[in-house]
């Protein structure tokens, strides 16, 4: 026995050295270098080269999947156009709960029913997480997060899970993935040191384990930007309003038109991909109305709120996850810019282009923090600071009842005129799914032929290459702005932040207690495709998201900021207020 002890010390002792080296190494500890300045094509310019020129592959849909569909395209060497009703992650993409990760829950689930479809997408999404971890250290990041125990039981049983939620993550990570730190047990003392804000009654221990966090809308931009920047052509506020087809009924092109200023262009193209989440039948109906057959359908919508809180009510760099609410849902509340997001509800819902919280659903959240969290916080109506739904474009099968119950689980689906449709999955498994339905693009089109395999596991995203942990006190030094600043710009834009700075004023800020600068506007419209007061807010910033009241303010010096870089006319800067004003209510709390 004492032998074995020896043996198993000697080779924990060598990993640990091992690991020790690998953490001191240049890999480990990269330094800050300047990104290049991406330098767009003007709209114009875009549009007529559209309209020009043939295309291997359209992708309709510029959420976190079809702008990863673009850039898995536009790497393996295919001509790409990318366009976008809206903005970038204007729908479901920006209105997640920020967790990249595997999902707990999930894996409960494969557990007790056997589950292997389940099981696989824990998996793959585990896989993903480390991948996207790495692939973009600027805009995601580790977070601790911490599940109160207040039964003996749900000791062992929720560490177990939690262990082997760690150990499939490891096992099945890529070699280049250092993966993230693994969960362990706290006592009551401790748990109540590191998370004050719990209630203490009945509190018998905790366990914190660790997932990834990111700004989603940002992700979102990134990816679109780094196929962009890759050669892709790619635009927002572009909609497609009619598909092409030959004399067999198959898809060549498409016509899309710019919203902002109506003109149209013909798009020839080899293959066509639906990309569009909850509006993924609106493009299959598109499909369909002209050769009379049946549509589609394949979304089951599910509404999802969060409600934001101020910082006190979480503490800064760790989350808590309630396993089970009194409806049997999970729920999270977690640190996030500066604020705290807790949520969410799963609820059927109809589909909507700027859904609005539901009362019911946000007195549900308020009721079950309140559960949760120690009673001297007086966790109100009046504490929240901006409510918001996102709708998941759930994919149905049969035999399972309520959209609970349907695993985040992805499929490519391709119509007879050969449109390629890629439904269901989960905001973690994006790259993941834009892989798939690349592969499955190419087999069913014949002719489209790419010349490299799919590399977007090893893609860095724009900002991420010179990126390190001690970006925000290199900005410090070099600029003498504040702290907050820096680390905002640090995590918002990477090895890019020394351009956003430079064409900024520091004192200038967006809204007062928000990091956000003036010349961020500028930034975005230049070399973001901002092109409206709510891509803005929503997105370029996620002021809206924060706070409903700093960005109602905010309206008119956005507006000042956008129509000196747009060259909008009054009538347009009433319009785009008019527009941003109504968008902001869909931000709040209904009256009560």
Known sequence: MLARLRYLGAGVGAAAVAAYTWSNSDEMHPKVSRGPLLKLPSRSLVMETLDKEHYDLVVIGGGATGCGVALDAVTRGLKVALVERDDFAAGTSSRSTKLIHGGVRYLEKAVKSLDKE?????????????????????????????VPLYKWWEVPYLFAGLKLYDLLAWYHRRPEDPGVSGAYLMSREKALDAFPQLTPKGLKAGIVYY?????????????????????????????????????????????????????????????????????????????????QSEPSHLVVPSQGLHVVLPQHFCPPNMGMLEPSTSDGRVMFLLPWLGRVVAGTTDAPTEITDRPSPRQGDIDFVLSELNNKLATDLELSRASVRSAWTGIRPLVKHPERQGTADIPRTHFVYVSDSGLVTIAGGKWTTYRQMAED????????????????????????????????????????????IPFDLASHLASRYGDRAFDVIEMSDAHKRLAPDFPYLQGEVVFSCRHEQARTIVDVLARRTRLAFLDYEASKQAVPLVCELMAAELNWDAKTQKAQQHDALQFLETMRMPDA
């Open 437 to 480: 339905t690349l592969d499955e693009t190419l087999k069913a089109h014949p002719l489209l032929k790419a010349p490299k395999p799919s590399s977007t596991c090893n893609t860095m995203l724009l900002g991420g290459d010179g990126f390190a942990r001690t970006l925000p006190h290199v900005l410090v030094q070099k600029y003498r």
């Open 118 to 146: 389940q099981y696989e997408l824990v998996v793959e999404a585990l896989r993903e997480r480390e991948n996207l971890l790495r692939i973009a250290p600027h805009v995601a990041n580790e977070l601790a997060i911490l």
């Open 211 to 291: 997932d990834g966090q990111h700004d989603d809308a940002a992700m979102t931009l990134m990816v679109a930007l780094t196929a962009a920047e890759k050669g892709a052509a790619v635009l927002n506020h572009t909609e497609a309003t009619q598909f092409l087809k030959d004399s067999n009924g198959r898809i060549n092109g498409v016509q899309v038109k710019d919203l902002e200023t109506g003109k149209t262009a013909t798009i020839s193209a080899t293959a066509v991909v639906n990309a569009t989440g909850c509006f993924t039948d609106q493009i299959l109906d598109l499909d369909t109305k002209e050769s």
